[in-house]
């Protein structure tokens, strides 16, 4: 925990690094100082191959956060707005950007690792 999911339209790559987003975007997240065990932190990306913006055709990445719950709201919002930071500085092309947190309950959630 936690998980950086990246939606993103297919056209951004034309002009952006999607990996090295996510490294940027990791990196941002272990240096945040929000997450003491840095060994959890994952994040992946997700190309949608088909979207319609009302705002025009530049592109869109949206990360949605997955955190365990109980986090106050001043440690989301520095979450958030580290990842924003993060997408402004490595997606300049891109028209729209957009953080979000979803919390993870963790009397449900199950987790395996080797």
Known sequence: MPHFIVEYSADVTTHHDMKNLCQAL?????????????????????????????????????????????????????????????LKAHLPLVGSLSVDIKDINPATYAKHTR
Request: charged content about 20%; aromatic content about 6%; cysteine-free.
């Open 26 to 86: 990791f990196d941002s997240a272990k240096e945040s100082g929000a997450f003491p065990d840095t060994n959890a932190i994952k994040v992946r990306a997700t190309p949608a191959t088909h979207w319609v913006l009302g705002h025009g055709d530049s592109g869109f990445v949206h990360v949605t956060i997955r955190l365990l719950a109980g986090r106050d709201s001043a440690t989301q919002a520095l979450v958030t707005q580290t990842a924003l930071k993060t």
